[in-house]
């Protein structure tokens, strides 16, 4: 009677191990997801992480790039051009700093300047640019200020070679100018060298007839002529004499007489020596509206 109870409390614990092994089985599975999950939870806070720090640092080159185009636009801005071009030459005087030459080799010299400064711009947009590309950072808006950066150092450069043209231009026309108003001086300063100018001749009465400057005249019979000038200009008889740089005539003579037409108000003839006189002008122009002078020494 009791063996069948013993086979009934055995079949009765069989089925309590397999839901052990289930349970043991599922715990397994459990586990397994638990760290499947918990590992891609690490990888997406990773990524999340990087992909912050990404944008981020993309954040910063952005606007260092956006700070060093409005530095580059406001280098361009400085470059004065178009209807500012007076301001190309420099208005301090030359002891104020300002370097000396002339007006021409100052211009090309601040043509020089700016050139430089379109250079050293267009290299910082090329640097800018380069770092934009290498660093992966690529924004439409940005390639679009970029461009226009291009356009408008490309307008400056423009500018700059129609001021160098411009300045060649007026250099030649300058120099026309300057050769025109030389020969204008040259003809001025003739011509006052040729009002100034008289001529004289002196010598006795003899000396005088024989060149044929002087004359006689009036009288009768050849009694009571008066010694005048001819009329007949011999002009090696005469000297010319500048009475702009020059108004002393030294006359080897006790005495001397004017013959000729020169307003007596104008001159003074005095004794300066043993045997020596002078003509000292006065008024030389009133002197030289006689042209020739002729002196009699007595």
């Given at each position: 009677?009791?063996?069948?109870?013993?086979?009934?409390?055995?079949?009765?614990?069989?089925?309590?191990?397999?839901?052990?092994?289930?349970?043991?089985?599922?715990?397994?599975?459990?586990?397994?997801?638990?760290?499947?999950?918990?590992?891609?939870?690490?990888?997406?806070?990773?990524?999340?992480?990087?992909?912050?720090?990404?944008?981020?640092?993309?954040?910063?080159?952005?606007?260092?790039?956006?700070?060093?185009?409005?530095?580059?636009?406001?280098?361009?801005?400085?470059?004065?051009?178009?209807?500012?071009?007076?301001?190309?030459?420099?208005?301090?005087?030359?002891?104020?700093?300002?370097?000396?030459?002339?007006?021409?080799?100052?211009?090309?010299?601040?043509?020089?300047?700016?050139?430089?400064?379109?250079?050293?711009?267009?290299?910082?947009?090329?640097?800018?640019?380069?770092g934009l590309k290498k660093s992966g950072v690529k924004i439409a808006g940005m390639e679009r200020m970029i461009a226009?950066?291009?356009?408008?150092?490309?307008?400056?450069?423009?500018?700059?070679?129609?001021?160098?043209?411009?300045?060649?231009?007026?250099?030649?026309?300058?120099?026309?100018?300057?050769?025109?108003?030389?020969?204008?001086?040259?003809?001025?300063?003739?011509?006052?060298?040729?009002?100034?100018?008289?001529?004289?001749?002196?010598?006795?009465?003899?000396?005088?007839?024989?060149?044929?400057?002087?004359?006689?005249?009036?009288?009768?019979?050849?009694?009571?002529?008066?010694?005048?000038?001819?009329?007949?200009?011999?002009?090696?008889?005469?000297?010319?004499?500048?009475?702009?740089?020059?108004?002393?005539?030294?006359?080897?003579?006790?005495?001397?007489?004017?013959?000729?037409a020169q307003p007596v108000t104008s001159y003074v003839i005095q004794p300066v020596g043993e045997d020596l006189v002078?003509?000292?002008?006065?008024?030389?122009?009133?002197?030289?509206?006689?042209?020739?002078?002729?002196?009699?020494?007595?």
């Amino acid at each position: 009677m009791n063996e069948p109870r013993i086979q009934q409390g055995s079949a009765a614990r069989r089925p309590g191990r397999a839901g052990v092994v289930v349970l043991a089985v599922i715990s397994v599975l459990l586990l397994g997801a638990t760290g499947l999950l918990y590992s891609k939870y690490r990888k997406s806070v990773a990524d999340y992480t990087r992909v912050t720090a990404e944008e981020e640092t993309t954040r910063l080159r952005y606007d260092r790039a956006v700070s060093e185009i409005v530095a580059i636009q406001d280098s361009l801005n400085a470059i004065v051009l178009g209807e500012n071009a007076t301001h190309l030459v420099p208005a301090q005087p030359l002891d104020e700093g300002n370097p000396p030459g002339t007006l021409h080799d100052r211009v090309l010299g601040r043509i020089a300047t700016l050139k430089a400064a379109v250079e050293r711009t267009k290299e910082r947009i090329a640097q800018l640019d380069a770092g934009l590309k290498k660093s992966g950072v690529k924004i439409a808006g940005m390639e679009r200020m970029i461009a226009g950066l291009r356009r408008s150092v490309s307008e400056k450069e423009m500018h700059i070679a129609q001021l160098a043209t411009q300045v060649d231009t007026l250099e030649t026309r300058v120099a026309g100018l300057s050769t025109e108003v030389a020969v204008k001086q040259q003809d001025i300063e003739s011509k006052e060298r040729e009002l100034a100018t008289i001529f004289y001749a002196m010598g006795t009465k003899k000396e005088l007839t024989r060149a044929g400057v002087v004359a006689g005249k009036g009288g009768v019979l050849g009694i009571g002529k008066t010694l005048k000038p001819s009329g007949t200009i011999n002009e090696t008889a005469f000297t010319p004499l500048d009475t702009d740089q020059d108004i002393v005539i030294r006359i080897p003579s006790d005495k001397a007489q004017v013959l000729s037409a020169q307003p007596v108000t104008s001159y003074v003839i005095q004794p300066v020596g043993e045997d020596l006189v002078e003509l000292r002008i006065l008024d030389p122009k009133e002197f030289r509206k006689v042209k020739h002078l002729v002196i009699l020494m007595t």
